[in-house]
């Protein structure tokens, strides 16, 4: 269990009506869909926390980088608890798996036809408890 809430960032990439999703590995979220993120170190934007996960994870680049949302996501069974910033940007190149210990797949999705079950960051997006609201 953490005592303070830890800072994560989440990149949104979109492309004719679909967000790019990834299915997670690892000891947080394995199994779960959501974007590319992951936390923020000292002294990094959250601009360039959320590019530099979107490269790690899934091998593109992202310009024009622009805030969307906050999440306040507490992972009940983990004891953890996390303010997820939701950032979204342009895609410059194709995406791949880049980090084979973190994503197991990834692919297009509309947002009326999303996969599940959802990372739990994602999924309070997506159910609009987020600031601002949709």
């Known amino acids: 269990m ?13 492309k004719d009506d679909k967000v790019l999703l990834m299915k997670r590995k690892g000891p ?35 310009v024009d980088v622009r805030f969307r949302a906050v999440t306040n996501d507490i992972f009940e069974e983990t004891g953890q608890h ?12 194709d995406p791949f798996i880049a980090a084979e210990k973190e994503v197991a797949e990834i692919g297009w999705y509309a947002w009326d036809a999303l996969p599940q079950p959802l990372f739990l960051p994602l999924e309070n997006l997506v159910k609009e408890n987020s600031y601002p609201p949709k």
Request: net charge negative; charged share 20%.
């Open 28 to 62: 947080h979220g394995t199994g779960t869909w959501s974007t590319p993120g992951g936390h923020l170190d000292f002294g990094e934007t959250l601009e360039g926390c959320a590019a530099r996960e979107a490269k790690e994870e899934v091998g593109v680049d992202v």
């Open 82 to 93: 996390y303010i997820t910033v939701w950032l979204e940007g342009k895609v410059v190149g």
């Open 2 to 14: 953490s005592e303070k809430p830890q800072v994560g960032t989440a990149m949104i990439i979109t």
